[in-house]
């Protein structure tokens, strides 16, 4: 017996078989996905047909029919010649094999086959929802490998069926590489308001646009001092700290002390490193911590209309639980200097009785108002105006809810 379903590619793949035919959503990916969500979904009809290993008795084939493909390198150059990287992807930075974007445009068929019927009649039920909340691949969670149930196929159900916010954009790119570029442009600065904040600086090291971090603000109310701060005040020099205190129009994410420390950034994902090119040095998280990677909880469907042609993409925000098994959690933090560890922090996640939900928290940020939130001048920044569009649609669902 078999199950066929038909799918469409949103959003292209960061594919490290690039060069191979029939790079795309592999049968080995795709499959342990989706015996683990059907397992989550704790379907009476098929509980007693998981092995050993969570699998379930079907195989999976993908055939790509008469669909073109599509591959273009990740990383442009500018005028200068310089390397430009991708928004919220850096991983061909250090890679021994480049990673390249694949797409495949037409419609994508999937056969599942198996001996048991109620098993495939579960897939059926199942598949469109367990696609809209999957992609695959690399950086998945920020909305690359996008993949969906094509409006024809009998499984088909709308994405407004499955409660979440979303905001539209319109890309207006004259070519592939332009237009994802601007989708996924979008997508990170929205990411980076609800984590890190956004600091663009000119040659010069002048500020163009400034958007404090809405965690921090979280942390604020939580009494907790901000991990930032934490690491400058171990890390950097007393004195290039003091005279940023003196200078930053909003010295409070540099002098706000809490009752407690805590890593608090990472309950949106452990980022392995990070740069900090005004002070010459990198942090890199210790080999030997308990926890080398985290997914972040956040993850971005996109979805383009059905016109092949639109530059218009709905993107969903799909927010997951936080697993317990990430909190107070130790992590030792190396400032390093052409790759010699100078110094070491040890900063610790929150402990489960201040648990972190991710829900409260994104209700949280909708209730910032981030027209106060930045200055002037960075309201004027072509950035802002792209934040601005996407949080007043979340904060008109957000209204829209309450309203129910």
């Known amino acids: 017996m078999e199950l066929t379903v038909k799918i469409i590619q949103h959003t292209p793949i960061i594919h490290f078989q690039w060069d191979q035919t029939g790079a795309t959503l592999r049968a080995t990916e795709l499959k342990p996905k989706l015996d683990k969500f ?4 704790n379907d009476p009809s098929i509980e007693k047909y998981f092995g050993q290993k969570g699998n379930l008795p079907y195989k999976v084939r993908v055939n790509l029919g008469d669909c073109n493909k599509e591959v273009w390198d990740i990383e442009e150059t500018d005028n200068r010649g310089r390397d430009r990287p991708f928004p919220t992807y850096f991983g061909n930075i250090k890679a021994e094999k480049v990673k390249k974007f694949v797409f ?8 599942f ?5 109620k098993v495939l009649n579960a897939i059926s039920e199942h598949i469109t929802e367990f696609f809209f909340k999957t992609n695959f691949g690399t950086r998945q969670s920020k909305g690359f490998g ?3 149930i094509d409006s024809s196929d009998s499984c088909y159900k709308s994405p407004s069926k499955f409660e979440n916010y979303h905001f539209t954009l319109d890309t ?5 590489h332009r237009k994802y570029r601007e989708l996924f442009e979008s997508i990170d600065l929205f990411y980076r308001t609800l984590r890190s904040g956004i600091n663009i600086k000119d040659r010069d090291g002048n500020t163009l646009f400034y958007f404090k971090p809405i965690m921090f603000l979280y942390a604020k109310e939580k009494g907790w001092t901000w991990d930032k701060k ?8 007393p004195k290039t700290l003091d005279y940023q205190r003196k200078t930053h129009n ?11 420390e805590y890593l608090v950034r990472d309950l949106l994902g452990v980022a392995p490193s990070q740069v900090y090119k005004s002070y010459y040095f990198s942090l890199q998280y210790d080999e030997k911590n308990e926890i080398e990677r985290f997914k972040s909880p956040i993850t971005f469907k996109t979805i383009q209309l059905d016109d092949k042609d639109s530059t218009t993409f709905t993107v969903y925000i799909i927010l997951n639980s936080i697993p317990e098994g990430i909190f107070y959690k130790e992590f030792k933090i190396n400032k390093v200097v052409e790759k010699k560890i100078l110094d070491t922090l040890t ?13 409260d928290y994104f209700n949280f940020v909708l209730n910032i108002d981030i027209y106060k939130h930045v200055d002037e001048e960075s309201r004027e920044n072509w950035r802002f105006r792209i934040i601005k569009n996407i949080y007043s649609q979340l904060k008109t669902q957000l209204t829209q809810r309450r309203d129910e």
Not at 230 to 237: E, G, H, I, L, R
Not at 250 to 260: K, Q, V
């Open 172 to 176: 207006r790119g004259t070519n592939p």
């Open 113 to 117: 086959l198996s001996f048991n019927e």
């Open 104 to 111: 495949y445009d037409g419609i994508i068929t999937i056969k």
């Open 230 to 237: 934490a690491m400058k005040s171990k890390f950097v020099d």
């Open 347 to 359: 900063l610790t996640t929150p402990p489960l009785k201040e648990r972190f939900n991710i829900e």
């Open 146 to 148: 996008s993949f969906y």
């Open 250 to 260: 909003n010295s409070d994410i540099l002098t706000f002390s809490g009752r407690n």
């Open 38 to 41: 059907l397992n989550e979904k």
